[in-house]
T-cell receptor, first 118, second 113 residues
Framework: DGGITQSPKYLFRKEGQNVTLSCEQNLNHDAMYWYRQDPGQGLRLIYYSQIVNDFQKGDIAEGYSVSREKKESFPLTVTSAQKNPTAFYLC?????????????????FGPGTRLTVL | KQEVTQIPAALSVPEGENLVLNCSFTDSAIYNLQWFRQDPGKGLTSLLLIQSSQREQTSGRLNASLDKSSGRSTLYIAASQPGDSATYLCAGFSSGSARQLTFGSGTQLTVLP
């Protein structure tokens, strides 16, 4: 089955601890994204990557870091600098990045990781 | 900067009713608009994508339209069913400097049996 997987489904973090959320896709998509969702709010973009070894900050990148060493993988690290990390984190991918010659394509989402700070 | 608004925040309808969900956006230079469904505690499922050159898209009982001049998109659901109960989100992609999807906060739909 082609799709996007995220792990773990639930994650608990202690104060001052860094944690890493996994996102893997086997859709052969170029672009990958990380969003944060808070209760009753829309999704906000944290980081996105258009191609391997390249990534750009979104609206709320402070306290987060990413890497894109492989096309299939786009892990997100929530650092201790993120003051309010409790949220639902969603990873997405699309065939080609926004603004590319192939135009904008649909974004497809993983099942999410719920992060709670203890 | 693009802003996307969805009103109402919640809606309850009896089963079998046809309904319309609304989405408005501030930047008429919107390039594409995508509608999603989200079940509680789950990720987003893409329902329909309307490209800039299109005015509407249909999939089964769903029809989405895009009117860039008025800054509005609507999602029409025909013959609603209890299984349609979920939160529906719209998201717009502007061809301006942002180059990212901007999401509305969603409409939580409950279809009563």
């Amino acid at each position: 089955d082609g799709g996007i997987t995220q792990s773990p489904k639930y994650l608990f973090r202690k104060e001052g601890q860094n944690v890493t959320l996994s996102c893997e896709q086997n859709l052969n998509h170029d672009a990958m994204y990380w969003y944060r969702q808070d209760p009753g709010q829309g999704l906000r973009l944290i980081y996105y990557s258009q191609i391997v070894n390249d990534f750009q900050k979104g609206d709320i990148a402070e306290g987060y870091s990413v890497s894109r060493e492989k096309k299939e993988s786009f892990p997100l690290t929530v650092t201790s600098a993120q003051k309010n990390p409790t949220a639902f984190y969603l990873c997405a991918s699309s065939i080609s990045p926004p603004g590319s010659l192939r135009g904008y394509n649909e974004q497809f989402f993983g099942p999410g990781t719920r992060l709670t700070v203890l | 900067k693009q802003e996307v608004t969805q009103i109402p925040a919640a809606l309850s309808v009896p089963e079998g009713e046809n309904l319309v969900l609304n989405c408005s956006f501030t930047d008429s230079a919107i390039y594409n608009l995508q509608w999603f469904r989200q079940d509680p505690g789950k990720g987003l499922t893409s329902l329909l994508l309307i490209q800039s050159s299109q005015r509407e898209q249909t999939s089964g009982r769903l029809n989405a339209s895009l009117d860039k001049s008025s800054g509005r998109s609507t999602l029409y659901i025909a013959a609603s069913q209890p299984g349609d109960s979920a939160t529906y989100l719209c998201a717009g992609f502007s061809s301006g400097s942002a180059r990212q999807l901007t999401f509305g906060s969603g409409t939580q739909l409950t279809v009563l049996p």
